[in-house]
């Protein structure tokens, strides 16, 4: 399933100092987290938002998530299987006709 986010300013000026150590001094805290800063807060807002918004927009995945494009996709998908169908049961039906040592295989 797409996400579908509201775009918004989530973008962390000198990310690279923002993060702790890899190897965390309390086990409990885990590595490499972001460190407790306004920063921060707006990056958990704006999860919070785009979770809420995916969740409320989740029963209208099929009229949203579905694109032209795909849909394009999806057709040719299905032709060429068609198609490799009918050529396959176009073989069997020779292989039928042909038979073995003259007798057909088909009217056994």
């Known amino acids: 399933m797409r996400m579908f986010v509201i775009p918004n300013q989530s973008s962390v000026p000198k990310a690279y100092t923002q993060f702790t150590d890899e190897t ?12 407790e800063s306004a920063n921060r ?7 919070e938002e785009f979770v809420k918004y995916t969740i409320l927009m989740k029963p209208h995945f099929a009229l949203l998530g579905d694109r032209y ?4 996709e999806r057709e040719e998908k299905k032709a060429a299987e068609k198609e490799k169908q009918e050529v ?3 073989i069997d ?5 042909q038979g073995v040592n003259g007798i057909e295989i088909g009217k056994i």
Not at 24 to 35: F, H, I, L, Q, Y
Not at 41 to 47: E, F, K, S, Y
Not at 93 to 97: G, L, N, Y
């Open 41 to 47: 807060a707006r990056i958990v807002d704006c999860m």
């Open 93 to 97: 039906r020779s292989a039928d006709k």
């Open 69 to 72: 494009s795909e849909r394009e």
């Open 88 to 90: 396959e049961s176009n």
């Open 24 to 35: 965390p001094v309390d086990p409990m805290e885990g590595g490499s987290r972001m460190k």
